[in-house]
C-alpha cells in the first residue's frame, strides 16, 4: 500500500507563501488522482485541491482559488501545494490524499491519508 507523508507546515506570517509537499513511499503516484484537504478540530474535513492522474486537470475550492497551485512530479512521487497569500483562516492541518477521482468541478472520496502537516498563519 502506498504510504503518504507530508512536510512543508508551519508558523507563517499572513500574506506570505509556503510549499507543502507530499512524498509517497510503497508505490507511485503517477497512476493516482492526489488532493489536498485541510481540517481543524471540531470541523469536517474541506477539500482544498487536487490534480488528476489522466490529464493533469485541476480543482480548488472557492477559498484558495487565485491563491494556492497544486502540482506532481510523479518521477519524485511527489505532489505540492503552493500556498501564496496566506490568511489566518488558512491555519488548519493539511493533508494529502490519494483520491478516487479528482475533475475540475470537484473531487471525489480518499482512499489513504498522510498523517498531516500543521500550517499557522499568524503575526
Known amino acids: 500500500q502506498v504510504q503518504l507523508v507530508e512536510s512543508g507546515g508551519g508558523l507563517v506570517q499572513p500574506g506570505g507563501s509556503q510549499r507543502l509537499s507530499c512524498i509517497a513511499s510503497g508505490g507511485t503516484l503517477s497512476q493516482y488522482s492526489m488532493g489536498w484537504f485541510r481540517q481543524v478540530p471540531g470541523k469536517e474535513r474541506e477539500g482544498v485541491s487536487c490534480i488528476s492522474s489522466s490529464d493533469g486537470s485541476t480543482y480548488y475550492a472557492q477559498s484558495v482559488k487565485g491563491r494556492f497551485t497544486i502540482s506532481r512530479d510523479n518521477a519524485k512521487k511527489t505532489v505540492y501545494l503552493q500556498m501564496n497569500s496566506l490568511k489566518p483562516e488558512d491555519t488548519d492541518v493539511y493533508y494529502c490524499?490519494?483520491?478516487?477521482?479528482?475533475?475540475?468541478?470537484?473531487?471525489?472520496?480518499?482512499?489513504?491519508w498522510g498523517p498531516g502537516t500543521q500550517v499557522t498563519v499568524s503575526s
Open positions: 490524499a490519494i483520491l478516487r477521482w479528482c475533475a475540475p468541478h470537484g473531487l471525489g472520496p480518499a482512499l489513504n
